[in-house]
């Protein structure tokens, strides 16, 4: 054999590898198509993507899970999808390559990914309609018989005797329904013409399927939406409070005193936002200590007198100086009103429970201290947020809210289930994953303006920002340029003690590099510590400084 002859079968071999591979990576896609389109007649939390990705954030070491919120915000479940599909398009890709010389184990191959989901999906909270595992079924399925029909078209055959070795094209190999086949022997020649168009066909079925599904799925949350939009919100018998002239500072860059539902934060573990119909919502209380449960339904809650409050939700994970805080009007019922209808005591009155379980309809469980729910805050059964039904991605149709501690101990979106237990029998959700049993919320503020490395001009520079310590209030905000003396700001007017007060302070800014650092006292007299700690287990500690370069 010459070395011409030689290269040329090397290089014929490289490229079947690399078609071997991209059968593997269209058999991917067509399997990733069939079992998303299948989730939309299932549920969509059935979806092998978001069923594994569930299961990956529920599984991610607390460190891990910190780490990503840290770098990609509230992107982490964009980034977690890509990294799904990026493995999913690996081990697809390699099993097409196996798929060459062991078709049929390929093909089974596939069929186990499809089980490994399917086992997944049904391992998800929520997950215990057998029907959670067909997407998957579905998906590996429909990956092997487009596995068998490409590697089909890959398979080699000896060149009959006489016939020209570099023949390619153009000759029916016959398929892979066969033994499995030999590798590539000398001179052997497999269907290139009909590998493209097979290839081609299926992917380009595969994307249409991906878009019939993708607009099935944005059709099948209709019931919920329409039941949304239909959904008139009472007139608050116990209106919020009028919110005082002054609440708002007219200083450019200072963080909204009211967050509009747009802009307000995110935070949860759902990778798909459950949509409820709010005509089959219930909403179970039970557990130790309830003389008397109840199921209730949406026009149940309607008909207990509503009640609008201002309040300042904060998140955990929230870093020093981080975004994750906002501030909405609330509209719902009195929690505390219900429980004791049901006849709960809280335990300083001698009732059992010390903890109130809340569960959501996607198996997220909060814990909340039944006293704090109890003591005459306003905890809220809440269904509008700023004048609307609540948004689907805060919890619609009723969530829960309590002032003064943070969303992780108190704020169940999605909510379906209450269960009066105690601290030392249930550990819910986060505490599992080493975050506090009682978290109420630290005294924060942060600098709005100006932003970390900008450039202001030398002369006054406005220094403003937001400060909280909800259900305490806050007292006092003071800034300090480097380390000049504390400097009392201007306080915007309170509404309540349970929402955020802006604040600003003039700066006769002097040119070069400044740390502005800021800190707050709450009405306790507590002054914010400067003790740096990390947001788990119960909060972020420390103060929020920004460096400026005046010019
Ligand atoms: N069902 C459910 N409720 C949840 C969560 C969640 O992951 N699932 N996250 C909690 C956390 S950690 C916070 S801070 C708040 C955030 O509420 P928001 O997304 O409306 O701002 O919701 C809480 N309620
Ligand atoms: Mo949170």
Redesign the pocket.
Known sequence: MTDDVKKTRHSRDRLRSAAGAVAGAVAGFAALAAAESASVAVRPQAGPVVAVGGAVIDRTPTAVKEWAIRNFGTDDKLVLRIGILVVLALCAAVLGMAALRFPRTAAAGAVAFGAVGAVVALGRPAGDSPSDALPSLVGGIVGAAVLLLLAGRLATRAPAPGAPEHAEAGEDTGGANGAERAPSEAGARWDRRGFVLAASAVAAASAGAGALGRALSAASGSGAVASRDRLALPVPASPAPPVPAGTALRVPGVTPFVTPNAS???????LVVPKVDVATWRLRLHGKGVRRPVTLSFDDLLRRPAVERDIT?????NEVGGP?A?NARWLGVFLKDLLAECGVEPPSRGGPADQLVAR?V?G?T?GTPVEEVMDGRDALLAFGMNGEPLPF???FPV?MVVPGL???VS?????EDIELTTFGSYDPY?VERGWARRAPVRTQSRIDTPKPFARPAAGTVMVAGVAWAQHRGIDRVELRVDDGPWRTARLAAEDSRDTWRQWSIPWQATRGSHTLTVRATDRTGRVQTEKRTRPRPDGASGRHSVVVTVD
Request: hydrophobic share 40%; charged share 15%; with cysteine.
């Open positions: 307000f934060y995110r935070v949860d573990t759902a939700l904060t998140c955990v994970s994750y906002g959501s996607d997220m909060i991605a805060h919890g969530r943070y969303g992780f704020a169940c979106k999605w909510i986060w």
